[in-house]
């Protein structure tokens, strides 16, 4: 796989993970454990939709020459996500696991088909595109 398929497809992988201990941990009303795979997870996801959005989109979008394609999409989900982000961090703040694994399974859904678009369609375009990635990678990895 190319530079940045790779290693954006590794990062949504770690936070799929991270994601998943958080939801364990709820599920077995282990909130302190839950709340700070959590926190990993919020941090590591908020970081990757940073690098997308403040290097890889303008990337994408200075070589095509368009700013209303895949990238405007991706930042609509971005959105979206950070909003249900936001309330599964209540919801673990507020030890309430049947409004935490609510969101969680909503989250899980959201966070799939958002991956898929982005691992099938922007990433390859990205790769295809982008000449040299590695600033925008030595930037994903300085987290």
């Not at 009303?29 to 590591?44: C, L, S, T, V």
């Not at 958002?114 to 595109?129: C, G, S, T, V």
Request: net charge negative.
């Amino acid at each position: 796989m190319p530079a940045i398929t790779t290693a954006f497809t590794s990062d949504h992988r770690h936070c799929d993970q991270l994601f998943a201990d958080a939801e364990e941990q709820a599920s077995g009303g282990n909130w302190e454990a839950a709340i700070d795979n959590y926190r990993k997870f919020h941090q590591a996801l908020l970081h990757h939709f940073d690098i997308e959005e403040q290097e890889l989109f303008p990337a994408i979008e200075q070589q095509t020459g368009s700013s209303n394609g895949p990238t405007t999409v991706m930042r609509a989900e971005h959105q979206q996500v950070r909003r249900l982000a936001e309330d599964l961090g209540q919801a673990f703040a507020d030890n309430n696991r049947e409004r935490a694994l609510g969101l969680c399974e909503t989250m899980m859904l959201l966070m799939q088909q958002h991956n898929m678009k982005e691992e099938r369609i922007l990433y390859p375009m990205a790769d295809q595109f982008v000449g040299d990635p590695s600033a925008i990678l030595e930037r994903m990895d300085a987290a």
